[in-house]
């Protein structure tokens, strides 16, 4: 089995600013995180191929993540980011295809999490941007809080023909130990054929200075029943799990929470079909 890691981030802070980056939490990761500084630790663990995802709403940088796809071996596909409510998005999205590294786009994603409107999956402009994500081939990349859920699901439900990854299994509140109604959301957009999840981004949304996998598992176990291995696929966040764990710790602990027969799928398979790697 090659493993496949279906989510992590690289940026230079000389190149622009990663302006979510603020307070004194997240001030590890106010420094550069390179391909040459993964690729040692995802060779270390086994890790052969990766799914390189955006972190900022800029233009440039979906160029330059395609760029370094290109250029590093260990870069399978490119999450990349588009403005959704520009009116040219299908002509946007085939110029970025055809630029160097082009091919290497898989998907597109945009900081849901981070807009006020609960709605905004549901706006019409989004959705006309959405059925051209669809159109392009690609899928799109959901970075939402728990109380976006419900308007995912009505978006995958409205969009059939497009794949949507939900990252971070929705950001369940694990470090207070809630489950409702994060949960039932949850089952909702599984429920929906149309939708895969990333076994990611856990031990942050836990306490970073104190989680055990005995925290993360109620979360993994709700997530593995509702999507089932065949739509459940690992990844990383790295760096930003570096707050909390190592790569090495994160893969680890994946794995500990998922048996030897579901592996295949969640640390290879599943990824390299979605996103066609």
């Known amino acids: ?23 004194p939490g997240l001030q590890p990761l106010r420094r550069n995180f390179s391909v040459d500084d993964l690729a040692p630790e995802a060779g270390a663990a086994g890790v052969g191929r990766t799914v390189l995802v955006q972190t900022v709403t800029v233009a440039e940088e979906t160029p330059e993540f395609l760029a370094l796809a290109a250029e590093h071996e260990l870069i ?11 009116p040219d998005v299908a002509e946007e999205l085939a110029r970025l295809r055809e630029l160097p590294g082009g091919r290497y786009l898989k998907g597109i ?5 981070g807009e006020r409107d609960p709605q905004w999956l549901l706006r019409a402009d989004v959705r006309r941007a ?29 969009l059939p023909g497009l794949t949507f990854v939900l990252d971070h299994l929705g ?11 994060w949960a039932s959301d949850l089952r909702a957009l599984a429920a929906l054929p149309n939708t895969v999840c990333k076994l990611s981004g856990m031990v942050t949304e836990a306490d970073p200075a104190t989680w055990t996998p005995d925290d993360l598992r109620p979360y993994a176990e709700v997530a593995l029943d509702a999507f089932g291995p065949d739509r459940l696929m690992f990844g990383s966040d790295w760096p930003v799990c570096t707050l909390a764990a190592s790569y090495e710790q994160v893969l680890a602990v994946a794995q500990e929470l998922t048996a030897p027969a579901e592996r295949t799928q969640i640390f290879e398979t599943t990824a390299t079909r979605v996103y066609d790697l």
């Open 1 to 23: 089995m090659t493993i496949v890691d279906a989510h992590h981030h690289v940026w230079d802070l000389s190149v622009r600013d990663q302006d979510w980056i603020t307070g």
């Open 76 to 86: 399978a596909g490119v999450v990349g980011w588009t403005d959704l409510t520009r």
């Open 109 to 113: 994603r945009h900081q849901v999490q």
């Open 130 to 158: 959405l059925a051209a994500v669809a159109d392009a081939g690609l899928v799109y990349d959901l970075v939402v809080l728990p109380h976006q859920l419900p308007a995912c699901a009505q978006a995958a439900a409205g």
């Open 171 to 181: 950001k369940p509140p694990i470090a207070s130990g809630g489950r409702e109604p």
